[in-house]
C-alpha cells in the first residue's frame, strides 16, 4: 500500500445516491463495503463527512437565518450523517468509532486527538464529526484540520468526478484532465478543490489531496494503492 492513513473526505451529497435529499441505504452501503476492504488492508481510515444533504449551514445564512445558527444545524448534520456511516460500516462488520468535535456523550466521543489516533493503530475506522465544532469553517476545513492532527499521509477527497479538470466536464466537453498539480498551479488556475482556509492549511503542513470518483467501484483501494490514472493528485 503507498499509503498507511488517510483521510477520506466525502460529501454530504454523496449519500443521496438517486434521492433528491437525506441518505440512500443503497449508496452508504456500497461506500461501507469500499471502505471496509482498504480497512482490511491493514490501511488506517479517518473519515469526515459533509452535511449538505441534510442542512447546508452557509444556505441558511444566505436566506437569512443567523450564521452562527445556520453553521451549527450543518454541522448537527453531519453527525446524522456520520452515525449512518457507522451503522452502515459496523453491518458489514467493521469495527468503528463516532467522534464529535461538539460535546454529545450520548451519541459519539468528544474528539481527542490522541484518543482517535489510537483507534486508528487498533485498526477501527474513526468517523469524525461536527466539523471544526466552530461556526464559518467548512467540512473541508474540518478534514483537513483532522487529517494534519492525526498525521494522516493524504487526503483523499471523494468526489462524483474522477479527478480535477480545466473546467467542469459535467457541462464543457472540452475539459481537460489533470494529472498532477502543484498547490501553487492550482491557485494560478483558479481551480476549485477545497475551500481556501483547507486548501492553504494543507499546503502549509505539506498534505497532499487525492481528488477522485468515490462512486466507482475498486477506486478507494486503487488510490490507496498508488494506481496510476485515477484521480488528481495536488502536492506541493
Request: glycine fraction near 12%.
Amino acid at each position: 500500500m503507498k499509503y498507511n492513513r488517510v483521510l477520506l473526505k466525502l460529501s454530504g451529497e454523496a449519500l443521496m445516491g438517486q434521492n433528491d435529499f437525506g441518505i440512500d441505504p443503497n449508496r452508504i452501503s456500497e461506500y461501507a463495503e469500499e471502505i471496509k476492504a482498504v480497512s482490511e488492508k491493514g490501511v488506517q481510515v479517518g473519515i469526515v463527512i459533509g452535511g449538505g444533504n441534510i442542512f447546508r449551514g452557509i444556505s441558511g445564512a444566505s436566506q437569512g437565518m443567523d450564521r452562527v445558527q445556520a453553521d451549527h444545524m450543518g454541522m448537527l448534520a453531519t453527525v446524522i450523517n456520520g452515525l449512518a456511516l457507522q451503522g452502515a460500516l459496523e453491518n458489514a462488520g467493521v469495527k468503528t468509532r463516532l467522534q464529535s468535535a461538539i460535546e454529545m456523550n450520548k451519541v459519539a466521543e468528544p474528539f481527542i486527538r490522541r484518543r482517535a489516533i489510537r483507534h486508528l493503530e487498533k485498526g477501527r475506522v474513526v468517523i469524525f464529526s461536527a466539523g471544526t465544532g466552530n461556526p464559518y469553517f467548512t467540512t473541508d476545513t474540518g478534514a483537513t484540520l483532522r487529517a494534519v492532527e492525526i498525521q494522516a499521509d493524504v487526503i483523499l477527497k471523494g468526489t462524483r468526478v474522477d479527478g480535477i479538470y480545466s473546467a467542469d466536464p459535467e457541462k464543457d466537453d472540452s475539459a481537460i484532465k489533470f494529472k498532477e498539480l502543484s498547490f501553487k498551479e492550482v491557485y494560478d488556475r483558479g481551480l476549485n478543490v477545497m475551500d481556501m482556509t483547507a486548501f492553504t492549511l494543507s499546503q502549509e503542513n505539506d498534505l497532499p489531496i487525492i481528488v477522485f470518483d468515490m462512486n466507482a467501484k475498486g477506486n478507494l483501494m486503487k488510490v490507496v494503492e498508488g494506481s496510476e490514472g485515477i484521480g488528481t493528485l495536488v502536492k506541493n
